[in-house]
Nanobody, 130 residues
Framework: QEPLVESGGGLVQPGGSLRLSCAASRFTFDYYAIAWFRQAPGMEREAVSCMSGSDGRSYYSDSVKGRFTISRDAAKNTVYLQMDSLKPEDTAVYYC???????????????????????WGRGTLVAVSE
């Protein structure tokens, strides 16, 4: 079984919303950093949001700040990415990733969430188009 499984991607019109989910099967998110990355065709993978499971702090890239919200449901061991006011440039494959241990206060900026993260999902496609 995959350690992280994303769902919720799809086709949406500009200005619309989607909520991505990331469920973990082998561990709980409590002391993990959890991040959402995306990779558009021909582009490098980039982190768009990151959260510390130990203290709840969250961080966003400038391109999604104010439109995307990362959250966690501890009971379901699931992390979400609520995406509002979607734009065509948000079109990409979105990946969930996690890394440990991140004790409270350790995660302080988005740049700490990077390609070196240990656990990855396979991705879910988000397409924003008329």
């Amino acid at each position: 079984q995959e350690p992280l499984v994303e769902s919720g991607g799809g086709l949406v019109q500009p200005g619309g919303s989607l909520r991505l989910s990331c469920a973990a099967s082998r561990f709980t998110f409590d002391y993990y950093a959890i991040a959402w990355f995306r990779q558009a065709p021909g582009m490098e993978r980039e982190a768009v949001s990151c959260m510390s499971g130990s203290d709840g702090r969250s961080y966003y890239s400038d391109s999604v700040k104010g439109r995307f919200t990362i959250s966690r449901d501890a009971a379901k061991n699931t992390v979400y990415l609520q995406m509002d006011s979607l734009k065509p440039e948000d079109t990409a494959v979105y990946y969930c990733a996690a890394d440990s241990p991140y004790l409270p206060g350790v995660l302080t900026q988005l740049s700490q969430c990077n390609s070196l993260f240990e656990w990855w999902g396979r991705g879910t496609l988000v397409a924003v188009s008329e």
